[in-house]
C-alpha cells in the first residue's frame, strides 16, 4: 500500500512559480509510475503530467506546454511539479497519484494524495 502526500501549494501572482513535491511511503518507490492531476471547482478531475519508472515524461501539452517540469528523485521516494508562467486557470486542487504503468488516464492510478491547493490571483 503506497501512502502519497502533496506539499507546496499555496498563493501566488500571475506570472508567479510554485514547485510541488508528493512523497510517496509504503510501497518501492521505484515501481511506480507518477503523475500529476488537477481538480478546478466545478470541472473534471485532469491529467497534468507524468513521470514513467523510468523517467519518461509526458505531458498535457495544450494546458502546461512549457511550462510545467515534472521530476523524480527515487533515492528521497519524491516526485516534482515544477510550475511556471503561472496562470489563473492553473488555479486548482493538485493530487499526487501512482500507478504500474504511465498514463493520462485517472482511471488508471490506484493511489492517490489528498491534494494541495493552488491559487494563481492578483
Known amino acids: 500500500q503506497v501512502q502519497l502526500v502533496e506539499s507546496g501549494g499555496g498563493w501566488v501572482q500571475p506570472g508567479g512559480s510554485l514547485r510541488l513535491s508528493c512523497e510517496a511511503t509504503?510501497?518501492?518507490?521505484?515501481?511506480?509510475?507518477l503523475a500529476w492531476f488537477r481538480q478546478a471547482p466545478g470541472k473534471e478531475r485532469e491529467f497534468v503530467a507524468g513521470?514513467?519508472?523510468?523517467?519518461?515524461?509526458?505531458y498535457d501539452t495544450d494546458s502546461v506546454s512549457g511550462r510545467f517540469t515534472i521530476s523524480r528523485d527515487n533515492a528521497k521516494g519524491t516526485v516534482f511539479l515544477e510550475m511556471n508562467s503561472l496562470k489563473p486557470e492553473d488555479t486548482a486542487v493538485y493530487y499526487c497519484?501512482?500507478?504500474?504503468?504511465?498514463?493520462?488516464?485517472?482511471?488508471?492510478?490506484?493511489?492517490w494524495g489528498q491534494g494541495t491547493q493552488v491559487t494563481v490571483s492578483s
Open positions: 497519484a501512482a500507478s504500474g504503468r504511465l498514463t493520462a488516464s485517472a482511471g488508471n492510478f490506484d493511489y
Open positions: 513521470v514513467s519508472k523510468n523517467g519518461a515524461q509526458l
Open positions: 509504503g510501497g518501492t518507490f521505484s515501481n511506480y509510475a
